[in-house]
């Protein structure tokens, strides 16, 4: 069993209904963010699921320089708090330096630390010192079991709502591959886990200027992963991934998930009581 952190009015870890962080992949324009935001609290209404709302202000780390990065720190939060304001929906999103941490602590509900910065001490101490939920995505390049040194500099600030999320081991050039023997191994931390199925299926720089991915083995994977168990799923939506302006290959269509998540919360509904 898991700790159990609050977020907005529902509980992530312990014996609570499996969690969905979900949204595009970066802020791109209001009307995509707003349908999207719609369109999944519906769905998760309809099948149960907590929800808490995601998208990136900045992709500080894109293939190329010409990437489309996002709106930046301080439209993009204004655009999220909206977000929160007209759904009612928790909302976080990534920080990349110690300076973005207290204006984003004003304004996210959860703050995350993406994988590359997972071992960044500094900017690990500013996210717990803010005394808000943190989600820390393990880095590509560690161990499952590495993640409790990262666990041990957040606790230190006293702040324990933390949780990991893990999002594939990098595998040889331009892939990544998700070993299931991780989710038991962080979960034994005691602390929540969350897969982040889209991004375990990025082909990282795989076409040249840009990342692929392959989308169609979101489903199987994220059965997979709450057969195995995690206190929660992390899933990048879009109404129409192909146009999307960042990780479109291996994000979900907006219309397809509530099919996806259906048939997931099946299989954890069969598996939840087993320990």
């Keep these: 069993m898991t700790r159990e952190i609050a977020i907005g009015k529902s509980t992530l870890g312990g014996s609570n209904p499996l969690f969905l962080i979900a949204g595009p992949c970066v802020l791109e324009n209001e009307e995509i963010l707003f349908q999207t935001a719609d369109g999944l609290q519906r769905i998760c209404n309809t099948l149960g699921f907590p929800l808490l709302f995601k998208s990136s202000y900045d992709k500080a780390n894109r293939t190329s320089v010409s990437s489309f990065r996002g709106p930046g720190i301080e439209k993009g939060l204004k655009m999220l708090s909206e977000v929160r304001s007209r759904f009612g929906i928790p909302i976080i999103s990534d920080v990349h330096s ?107 720089g795989g076409m040249g200027t840009s990342s692929g991915g392959q989308r169609e083995f979101a489903e199987p994977l994220a059965r997979a992963a709450v057969a195995v168990g995690v206190d929660g799923l992390f899933l990048e939506v879009h109404p129409d991934p192909d146009k999307a302006l960042c990780d479109g290959p291996n994000m979900i269509r907006l219309d397809d998930l509530e099919e996806m998540l259906s048939h997931i919360k099946t299989i954890h509904d069969a598996v939840k009581n087993i320990s």
Excluded: M
């Excluded at 040194?149 to 892939?175: D, L, P, Q, W």
């Design 98 to 204: 110690v300076e973005e941490v207290r204006a984003a602590a004003k304004v996210l509900d959860v703050i995350q630390i993406p994988a590359f910065l997972c071992r960044q001490t500094d900017l690990i101490l500013a996210a717990a010192n803010t005394g808000k939920p943190v989600n820390i995505k393990k880095g590509q390049f560690l161990a499952p079991w590495d993640i409790r040194n990262i666990i041990e500099k957040f606790i230190a600030t006293g702040n324990h709502n933390v949780f990991i999320t893990e999002r594939g081991t990098s595998f040889g050039y331009n892939n990544l591959v998700v070993d299931f023997r991780a989710f038991p191994v962080i979960r034994s931390s005691g602390y929540p886990v969350i897969f982040d199925v889209t991004h375990s299926l990025q082909l990282p």
